[in-house]
């Protein structure tokens, strides 16, 4: 198993205000100031097994997100769909209203950048974990 690193946009400190929404521990470092910008990045860090739950984001119009991989290795899946690996310079749009997750892999550390695309009437919903038994099957 890969050992803990920086990736090169900082590991950021643990993603506490998230944590009930992530199995495992994630670290997030913020790339710009949230309100401050109109597009919000982040750079988000999980340590291996490490995935949040199935959420959506919702909007009226526009929105959604958009993962760019910069470390490790992780998965992506959406809903009724097979999973999809994830490496550095693998780029994910995910639209909006689509449930989902990410994370990383069994035995690697994963980053990503997550943008989220700018949107009216936008809010996150978090649902459910993915459960132990869906992971594994990975």
């Known amino acids: 198993m890969k050992e803990k690193h920086e990736c090169m946009f900082g590991l950021g400190n643990p993603n506490d205000a998230y944590k009930e929404y992530f199995v495992g521990n994630s670290y997030l470092n913020p790339l710009t100031e949230y309100g401050e910008c109109p ?50 310079g693998k780029v994910i ?16 550390w994963f980053s990503h950048i997550a943008v989220e695309v700018p949107g009216e009437g936008t809010s996150n919903e978090w649902c459910e974990p993915v459960s132990d038994e869906e992971y594994n099957r990975l």
């Not at 982040?42 to 959420?55: K, L, S, Y």
């Not at 470390?71 to 959406?78: A, F, I, S």
């Open 93 to 108: 749009t995910i639209p909006a209203n689509v449930k989902h997750w990410h994370g990383a892999k069994k035995d690697s």
């Open 39 to 88: 597009v919000f990045l982040a750079n988000v860090t999980f340590e291996p097994r490490c995935r949040n739950n199935w959420h959506i984001h919702h909007a009226t119009s526009g929105g959604g997100q958009i993962l760019i991989c910069t470390d490790g290795e992780g998965w992506y899946q959406e809903e009724g769909k097979e999973a999809v690996s994830l490496h550095p």
